[in-house]
T-cell receptor
Framework: GAVVSQHPSWVICKSGTSVKIECRSL??????MFWYRQFPKQSLMLMAT?????????EQGVEKDKFLINHASLTLSTLTVTSAHPEDSSFYIC??????????FGPGTRLTVL | RKEVEQDPGPFNVPEGATVAFNCTYS??????FFWYRQDCRKEPKLLMS???SGNEDGRFTAQLNRASQYISLLIRDSKLSDSATYLC??????????FGAGTTVTVRA
């Protein structure tokens, strides 16, 4: 069964609104989670590392004020896309390492900004 | 230069055929290597880790060539259910992963 869940699985919103995506580890604790973005026919690109109890670390070129990450507990990380625009439309996927060298991915959230 | 480069394909093969493809990676310090499978509009799922000596998991065989920074995947006796995009994945540091853009395989009846 799934070990990492994401909610919502898809969302459509108007330009300028903010969208929150949740990532939960279901049967294990994750002090670190990762957020990726995937555009059509492209690779998953790591956006940021979510750290429980401390600030997220962002990859080069990812705006931390636009993509707010909160790792509020050992099983929950949230990504908020603030003032979303059509170019933010993408497939957002989180992952969490459970055991040595294996990461589990959430089912992804498909965001469409009109 | 991309961290992980793959031939995008598509590879269209009949059932029962053998198909092989590879990827190259740029970071010579990488220590962990994987093949993930991604179905359309779904999350990636781990297919297999890749070890220095090469390893096999059923019909799937993976090889690693550290000197050439090259990883391969071979699928024997292809099944219709093998149709997917195969992602070459290399670790950067700790648990951070770099993904290739994927190789699309379509197995036809």
């Amino acid at each position: 069964g799934a070990v990492v869940s994401q909610h919502p699985s898809w969302v459509i919103c108007k330009s300028g609104t903010s969208v929150k995506i949740e990532c939960r580890s279901l049967d294990f604790q994750a002090t670190t989670m990762f957020w990726y973005r995937q555009f059509p026919k492209q690779s998953l690109m790591l956006m940021a590392t979510s750290n429980e109890g401390s600030k997220a670390t962002y990859e080069q070129g990812v705006e931390k004020d636009k993509f707010l990450i909160n790792h509020a507990s050992l099983t929950l990380s949230t990504l908020t896309v603030t003032s979303a625009h059509p170019e933010d439309s993408s497939f957002y996927i989180c992952s969490a390492p459970k055991e040595a060298n294996e990461q589990f991915f959430g089912p992804g959230t498909r965001l469409t900004v009109l | 230069r991309k961290e992980v480069e793959q031939d995008p394909g598509p590879f269209n093969v009949p059932e029962g055929a053998t198909v092989a493809f590879n990827c190259t990676y740029s970071n010579s310090a990488s220590q962990s290597f994987f093949w993930y499978r991604q179905d359309c509009r779904k999350e990636p799922k781990l297919l297999m880790s890749v070890y220095s000596s090469g390893n096999e998991d059923g019909r799937f065989t993976a090889q690693l060539n550290r000197a050439s920074q090259y990883i391969s995947l071979l699928i024997r006796d292809s099944k219709l259910s093998d149709s997917a995009t195969y992602l070459c994945v290399v670790n950067r540091d700790d648990y951070k992963l770099s993904f290739g853009a994927g190789t699309t395989v379509t197995v036809r009846a």
